[in-house]
């Protein structure tokens, strides 16, 4: 199987465990859940799957010397994910943003990932427990494969000049743990991730997105429109029986998913409040063979920016819809 992927360029892949993965019904799914969730419906480019995102994890993983089990986790580790991605913590008001965690096991297990992974000689337990897999996941402020991936994913996707190839050229492995072999271009990371959550993830328009279709579905579960269950199908079709729906006030909602949205950040005067996920890196770097720091401790500007980014965090966005 030939893999051709925006980030890392071409690639083969000849493990039969990971083309029949890739081939289940859990994995294909994912191809109609949009990364971006409610974004994709007003804002051109918004192409990004969590289908890509998932096998560019593995591919970044198997870039880094992880084992196979690795990167299987890797290539599985969004199978529980729910239509409109992370739109869906904020139906449920979720700030860790990890709604879509608690199912990991149930769609894996009633799947036939199972007998795919028993077929292949592993442990479905052992696959489904992050705790084994250290260059998968890492908790913030840390890199791991999971952050890294997305964060090139959508810079590529978004920006102008693409950067990926100058990060990647500079991770290594060492005990366990991706980090970088460069502190300039660990520096460049870590403020090319806070710019990427101003711009992107935490925007105030793209929180605003994310809270209006979450409101059209809290309605439609309320009013028995779509079920819970629904909420593990894919992206168009919900949305097109939320569009279709009679209720007015879903309508309204919906209406408002378009490219003329216009809002503005005032905490004196606001429609809704929302507060997200706190997103920041302070990645590690290998100065010498036993001198290994955080960016913030090479460069006091940097761990100034963090700081900064922090507090705008915790404050959130005052959202006001001024047009749509």
Same mark, same amino acid.
């Given at each position: 199987?030939?893999?051709i992927?925006r980030?890392y ?7 039969p465990v990971?083309?029949?993965?890739i081939?289940?019904?859990?994995l294909q799914?994912l191809k ?8 994709k @419906?007003?804002?051109s480019?918004r192409d990004?799957t969590?289908f890509e995102h998932?096998?560019g ?11 196979l089990?690795e ?9 529980p994910h ?9 139906? +449920?008001?979720?700030?860790k943003?990890? +709604? ?6 149930e769609?894996?297990? #009633? ?8 077929k ?5 337990k052992r696959?489904?427990?992050? #705790?084994n897999?250290?260059?998968?996941e890492?908790?913030?402020? #840390?890199?791991?494969?999971?952050r &890294? ?5 959508d810079?590529a996707?978004y920006?102008?000049?693409n ?6 050229s ?7 743990e991706?980090? +970088?072999? #460069?502190?300039?271009v660990?520096?460049?990371f870590a403020?090319d ?11 105030p328009?793209e929180?605003?997105? @994310?809270q209006?279709?979450a409101?059209a579905?809290? &309605?439609a579960?309320d ?5 819970e269950q629904?909420? +593990? ?10 569009k279709?729906?009679?209720d ?5 909602k919906?209406?408002?998913l378009?490219?003329k949205?216009?809002i ?5 005067? !606001?429609h ?5 996920k706190?997103?920041y890196?302070?990645p590690k770097v290998r100065?010498?063979?036993?001198d290994i %720091?955080?960016a913030?401790?090479? !460069?006091?500007?940097?761990r100034? %920016? ?6 705008r965090?915790d404050r959130g966005? @005052?959202?006001k819809?001024?047009?749509?």
């Amino acid at each position: 199987m030939e893999i051709i992927d925006r980030v890392y360029g071409r690639h083969l892949i000849e493990e039969p465990v990971i083309i029949e993965l890739i081939n289940s019904k859990p994995l294909q799914r994912l191809k109609g859940i949009n990364q971006t969730g409610a974004s994709k @419906y007003a804002i051109s480019g918004r192409d990004i799957t969590r289908f890509e995102h998932s096998v560019g994890v593995m591919l970044l993983l198997k870039m880094q010397g992880a084992s196979l089990e690795e990167q299987i986790a890797g290539l599985l580790h969004d199978t529980p994910h729910t239509v409109f991605s992370h739109v869906i913590d904020f139906v +449920f008001k979720n700030n860790k943003h990890d +709604f879509h965690e608690k199912f990991y096991e149930e769609i894996i297990t #009633n799947s036939e990932i199972p007998s795919i992974l028993r077929k292949h000689g592993f442990k479905v337990k052992r696959i489904l427990d992050a #705790n084994n897999f250290t260059l998968l996941e890492r908790e913030l402020p #840390n890199l791991c494969a999971d952050r &890294i991936d997305y964060t090139l994913r959508d810079m590529a996707a978004y920006l102008p000049q693409n950067k990926a190839d100058d990060y990647l050229s500079n991770l290594i492995v060492l005990h366990d743990e991706i980090i +970088f072999d #460069n502190k300039e271009v660990a520096k460049a990371f870590a403020e090319d991730f806070i710019m990427m959550d101003e711009r992107v993830w935490s925007n105030p328009r793209e929180t605003a997105l @994310y809270q209006i279709l979450a409101d059209a579905i809290r &309605i439609a579960l309320d009013k028995d429109i779509i079920s819970e269950q629904d909420l +593990f199908k894919e992206d168009d079709e919900i949305y097109k029986i939320l569009k279709e729906s009679d209720d007015e006030k879903i309508k309204a909602k919906i209406e408002m998913l378009n490219p003329k949205l216009k809002i503005i950040d005032n905490k004196e005067d !606001y429609h809704f409040h929302c507060v997200n996920k706190l997103r920041y890196v302070d990645p590690k770097v290998r100065l010498s063979k036993d001198d290994i %720091k955080k960016a913030s401790e090479i !460069y006091p500007g940097l761990r100034t %920016k963090l700081d900064k980014h922090k507090k705008r965090a915790d404050r959130g966005n @005052y959202i006001k819809i001024i047009s749509f």
